[in-house]
């Protein structure tokens, strides 16, 4: 089954840095499709930064510059460094993984059954 478990959120004051990751298993690592979301104050999640296979990092536009993914494929490991947080970051952030076919939701369902796993989520507070 696949498993992916999210560390690294809290709450810090605007301007300040968090490192978010995610560690996965029972599934093929190398070269998988992996992502990050979030649920703000709505209902549905929002892609924050994803991998394709293939490709350099995607990014939402309000993240570009501020926020880093990065993976470690000998840990099963996926971070997202966000820096110069603003209180608009505020959410439940996600990880997740997809099938290689087809492509990344902008906006979609939580934990929508889609995508091949989610984790169980981290909250990142943005606040003075």
């Known amino acids: 089954d696949v498993q992916l478990v999210e560390s690294g959120g809290g709450s810090v004051q605007p301007g300040g840095s968090l490192r978010l990751s995610c560690t996965a298993s029972g599934f093929n690592f190398d070269g998988a499709d992996m992502g990050w979301y979030r649920q703000g104050s709505g209902n549905e999640c929002e892609l924050v930064s994803t991998f394709k296979r293939g490709r350099a990092p995607n990014y939402a536009d309000s993240v570009k510059g501020r926020f880093t993914l990065s993976r470690d494929n000998a840990n099963n490991t996926v971070y997202l460094q966000m820096n110069d947080l603003k209180p608009e970051d505020t959410a439940v952030y996600y990880c997740?993984?997809?099938?290689?076919?087809?492509?990344?939701?902008?906006?979609?369902?939580?934990?929508?059954?889609?995508?091949?796993?989610w984790g169980q989520g981290t909250q990142v507070t943005v606040s003075l």
């Open positions: 997740t993984t997809k099938p290689h076919y087809g492509g990344w939701h902008r906006v979609l369902t939580c934990r929508n059954s889609e995508y091949l796993g």
